[in-house]
């Protein structure tokens, strides 16, 4: 497995953007798929964004699509979960994840590592 460090979580006012940022380490980063993933406590993870390999292949859940932007620097193993026009549901713990080959990369399940997660605060 990789190693997922996050950062850029905080806590923002509706309408204000912020940037999450999941570094790893251990093995080459353009290897593996990435994905980002919420989760509050006592529910299900749910499906956020996802990036291919070279990041050319991107894909969201339908509520994030035209706000949030899956992104990534292979050269400094590093993705990105741009969040723009934040609003008061999107409040959650995200986390990122990693994978060399799956299925299907909305599936949480289908991920073998795992960043600590990142606390995002949106206050109306």
């Known amino acids: 497995q990789v190693q997922l460090v996050e950062s850029g979580g905080g806590l923002v006012q509706a309408g204000a953007s912020l940037r999450l940022s999941c570094a790893a380490f251990?093995?080459?980063?353009?290897?593996?798929?990435m994905g980002w993933f919420r989760r509050a406590p006592g529910k299900e993870r749910e499906f956020v964004a996802a990036s291919s390999r070279t990041g050319i292949n991107t894909a969201y859940a339908d509520s994030f699509k035209g706000r949030f932007t899956i992104s990534r620097e292979n050269a400094k193993n590093t993705v990105f979960l741009q969040m723009n026009n934040l609003k008061p549901e999107d409040t959650d713990v995200y986390y990122c994840?990693?994978?060399?080959?799956?299925?299907?990369?909305?599936?949480?399940?289908?991920?073998?590592?795992w960043g600590q997660g990142y606390q995002v605060t949106v206050s109306s």
């Open positions: 994840a990693a994978d060399s080959s799956l299925r299907s990369a909305v599936v949480g399940d289908e991920y073998a590592s």
């Open positions: 251990g093995r080459s980063f353009s290897t593996y798929i």
